[in-house]
């Protein structure tokens, strides 16, 4: 299984990126795809995740300015990013968790916040 995540970088305070992840080989279906975002000193936390039929969670911190979506055809899931704040900067990991088997998680995409 590969995640291939894309879409991080530099930008400046109140503006927006957006993150997408592409897998590809899972053996089964794909049940539930996420983002989660770890910054120097804390844990990996959860920023979005969306299920295939589309429950949706946020964390606290990026409801009404993160969107997350997922394209169950093509096993991709993306994350809009607007009204970015310092605090959001970090390494952004995507997660996938199959039907069956373990979990996997992509490589990380940096996002940085300059004010």
């Known amino acids: 299984v590969q995640l291939q995540a894309c879409g991080g970088g530099l930008v400046q305070a109140g503006r927006f990126l957006r993150l997408s992840c592409a897998a590809s080989g899972s053996p089964t279906v794909i049940i539930e795809m996420g983002w989660y975002r770890q910054t120097p000193g804390k844990q990996r936390e959860l920023v979005a995740s969306?299920?295939?039929?589309?429950?949706?969670d946020y964390a606290d911190s990026v409801k009404g300015r993160f969107t997350i979506s997922r394209d169950n055809a093509k096993d991709t899931v993306h994350l809009q990013m607007n009204s970015l704040k310092l605090e959001d900067t970090g390494v952004y990991y995507c997660?996938?968790?199959?039907?069956?088997?373990?979990?996997?998680w992509g490589q990380g995409t940096q996002v940085t916040v300059s004010s």
């Open positions: 969306i299920t295939r039929g589309n429950m949706i």
């Open positions: 997660k996938i968790y199959p039907l069956v088997g373990p979990d996997y």
